[in-house]
């Protein structure tokens, strides 16, 4: 855990969270500032930076959180299609520098993104 990140709180459940799925390696919880009628964030509780620190020692957890990420969507009722967006780094727009991804759905969305 990396004390001063607010994703490894929420995952030791020191700051709370609305959950929507937890399991020994992910958490998915609702969005604070929505963007979507859904809008759940996927991150895994080991701390991993961004997509940018994606490595063969760590990228099972992609696999398992896209797994989560399509039990989710199925659940939520997502069936006429969802987003999934990872922002890295400055330019992507990453603002919680703890690797997330964004399960949008809900309504329809615009492409590209601004
Ligand atoms: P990013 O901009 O890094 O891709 O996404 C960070 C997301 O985390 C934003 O959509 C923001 O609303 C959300 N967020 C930031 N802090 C918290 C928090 O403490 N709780 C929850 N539930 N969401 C948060
Ligand atoms: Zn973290």
């Given at each position: ?64 959180i896209f797994e989560v ?7 939520k009722g997502l069936s ?35």
């Open positions: 855990m990396k004390m001063d990140c607010v994703f490894c709180k929420i995952a030791a459940g020191e700051i709370p969270s609305n959950k929507a799925y937890e399991d020994e390696k992910v958490l998915a919880f609702y969005d604070l500032d929505p963007q979507a009628p859904v809008h759940i964030l996927i991150i895994p509780k080991e701390h991993i930076g961004s997509c940018a620190d994606i490595t063969p020692e760590n990228s099972a957890i992609v696999a398992h990420a399509a039990k989710l969507a199925e659940e006429e299609g969802f987003r999934i967006v990872s922002n890295a780094g400055k330019d992507g727009g990453q603002t919680v520098p703890h690797l997330h991804f964004h399960l949008l759905g809900g309504r329809s969305m615009e492409w590209p993104p601004g």
